[in-house]
């Protein structure tokens, strides 16, 4: 019964939550996954009670899945990262909802880099349907963009596809010339620029998003459109990097599901200072909740 | 009796309709305005029902002031420019509701260009919270942009300062450099990004337009990035008119609140080619009705 506590004591839970779905996982004392769960979207901001739903639906798959009592559950060490956390307000109403002692809440930014770098310093360029930066030195970790569609996401997916359909309908315009991924998009819209303009005011980001893998594969098959938004993004994060303090030779991790793509478009000093992420978000997430237990 | 008919005959009656609100005017047979009218937002995309309710308010203003009898008021020839009038469903739906024999439903473009132009051929970039180009010649009248917020409207007012956000916090990150006109843009959010983040997810064209004349004076006093953007504007109107075919000399007309302060940054062959509006979408209107009367 003694070891039993000792072992619920020195369990951990990490959290990853996003606003397309959450994930939750559940380590024991020798950092190996006992139980996992997932749900739908996470991110507070848009909706902190489907949130909330979300989170406590993957939690509980995950408990049972470790085979863990709920009282158990409430003595380990939680930590969770979650898009759109961006005030202390969100962090506790979610926290309040939650049934952990020992919870953090925070940004998925923080537990992005974390997984990224693990213990490492060094930079780190999440990017997928959204992007930010992160460079994390002795003195701790500085973070830039993550504004958000309308405002930053510079190279990220949604960006990507939202350049791509201005850049489309400036060819049908005969002001631009059209490429084969513009001549492609545009047929993907029936051949009309009004089904075009219709998109863009109903779509998400992450519907603009759709349309990276496209900008990547035709930047990859030497299209000048896909290209040139693939090197535009690439100039953005040498210059967010620079902002950063970024010096040469540091280790830097392009990570989610566009960074890597964007290696072949930056400079040569900055290809060979690339690394492979540690891990994912929710390793982060799992790698911070081992902290809370000291 | 038999007079008063006639005059009525060549009664024509012009409608203006956008996005903020409508106007109607009335003019006899000599052209000389007899009545007028003005109600809210006539753009029938958004909300067709309250466009309609509109509209016949200002018609009903314009007619008492002309003392027009509803009988009399029917036989005129109508001519209305709306915003947002895209496809001939729109049109129709429109004109059922109006109380005209004789009318004309277009979008606002065709009044537009026609009421800056007058008889006369030429370009014209009506560029106000929204933008669009056309390029009149004997053969007819060729449009370009007018995509709207999400997917086009360069150089618009919209656009200026939806760009002088961006720019903005790209300065407050330190990716870009701050001037006179960032650095008071931010004091205008209480100097916190965040306010600006908030601002952009649930900003309107319009909203995003009234930063537009901070723009143009700091380009006027010589501000680097309100500069940069102006110019990045004219750019866009130059490849634009390129497009449409114009050739150097033929007559351009910059209107709308921001076409006119374009013209300093053009070259100096397009700046000899300047010319004044003749009238208003309005006046656009009451010339295409008196042509209906034919």
Redesign the interface.
Known sequence: MAKSMDQTENIIIGIDGGGTGCRVAIANSGGKIIGEGRAGPANPTNNAQNALANLLEAIEQARKSARLTRTDLAKAAAFAGLAGV?DDKTARLIADGLPFENLRVVEDTVTSVTGALAAKNGSVAPIGTGSFLARRTKDGTKY??G??F???DDASGAWLGHQL??QT?LCV????NHTGLTLETLAGYDGD??N??DF??RATPAEFGKLAPKIVAGATGGDKTATGLMQAGADYIL??L??LGYAEGEALCLSGGLGPHYKTYLPPQYRAAVIKAKGSALDGALLLAAGLRV
């Open positions: 961006r830039l963009g504004w958000g309308m405002l930053g359909l201005r309908v315009e005969g002001v631009e620029a009004r075009i303009y863009c005011n210059r967010a620079s902002a």
